[in-house]
């Protein structure tokens, strides 16, 4: 899993915008007093959580062994209003061609799928609560 470290600071600031309650790091809804825990951590209201599907082809067909041979292996980083303000999961296999988080708060509005010293690519998430990239590797 890659980094979903938040400065403190950080922290109350979007606390304190979005209306949630104070707990933070949280691992369960059951730490979260009637909210959700989102998976950075957060305790959020219901409203302010979304399931996002993020998919990709490369050169426009499904990923497969061949396709995926350079480059098995993929990070996804989610990024909210604030620079800081991101986290994401690593190893992402390229074979699978998608990736669902069921718990993403709706304050992240963009993705980026990459491979370190290879390719990164950000994309908007969309209404639909989906995020497609086509690659060339």
């Known amino acids: 899993m890659r980094s ?12 304190a915008c979005s209306g949630s309650s104070a ?3 949280c691992t369960a809804d ?11 951590g957060e305790c959020l209201p219901s ?7 993020v998919t990709w082809t490369i050169n426009g067909v ?3 062994a061949t ?3 350079r480059t098995p292996d993929f990070y996804i980083d989610f990024y909210g209003n604030y620079a800081a303000y ?3 999961y690593e190893p ?20 980026e799928l990459g491979a370190t010293g290879v390719f990164d690519h950000v994309k908007r998430i969309e209404s639909t609560n989906s995020a497609a990239f086509d690659l060339t590797l």
């Open 23 to 25: 707990i933070t790091n």
């Open 92 to 111: 992402v296999p390229c074979m699978q061609s998608q990736f669902f988080i069921d718990k993403l708060p709706t304050a992240f509005d963009q993705v």
């Open 47 to 53: 409203n302010e959580i979304r399931g996002v599907k």
């Open 30 to 40: 059951s730490d979260c007093g009637g909210e959700v825990c989102a998976r950075d």
């Open 86 to 88: 991101s986290f994401g």
């Open 62 to 64: 499904t990923a497969d």
């Open 67 to 69: 396709s995926c041979a």
């Open 4 to 15: 979903a470290v938040l400065p403190a600071a950080l922290i109350a600031l979007v606390a």
